[in-house]
């Protein structure tokens, strides 16, 4: 079971990933700030209505959906113009990489005049 509190998190980092875009559950679960919760993701995606669900996929691009919800799932993607190689979605273009607060700086190396 989850909290309402990660629920939310999770269901808005979901609705954050564009049109044309996909992401992984593992993804979806470390952009919420619960790294390692893929199966929540799988769980809130079962039951939530109105998530772009077909944008969710398994690591490496995989469908895990069965049956005629893995062909429909294919059919939107490719509608939005994901492509992809054999039964992957090619990852490399079209994997949905949010930014994950501001870049950390790298302390310069201080020299000494002696």
């Known amino acids: 079971m989850t ?5 939310s998190r999770i269901i808005a980092a979901i609705r954050k990933i564009p049109r044309g875009k996909v992401s992984t559950y593992g993804a979806v679960a470390r952009a919420a700030g619960y790294p390692g919760a893929a199966r929540q993701v799988v ?3 079962r039951t939530a ?3 772009p669900w077909q944008r969710v ?8 959906l069965r049956g005629d919800a893995a ?3 294919r059919l939107r993607l490719e509608a939005e113009g ?3 190689r054999g ?6 273009r079209h994997e949905f990489m949010p930014l ?9 190396p201080r020299t000494t005049n002696d």
């Not at 039964?87 to 490399?92: A, I, T």
């Not at 994950?100 to 310069?108: E, F, H, I, L, Q």
């Open 82 to 84: 994901v492509a992809f």
């Open 49 to 51: 209505f109105g998530l």
């Open 57 to 64: 996929l398994g690591a490496g691009g995989v469908i895990k």
């Open 3 to 7: 909290s309402a509190n990660m629920q």
């Open 43 to 45: 769980g809130i995606l």
């Open 87 to 92: 039964r992957r979605v090619d990852m490399k």
């Open 71 to 73: 062909i429909e799932q």
């Open 100 to 108: 994950k607060g501001k870049p950390s700086r790298v302390a310069k």
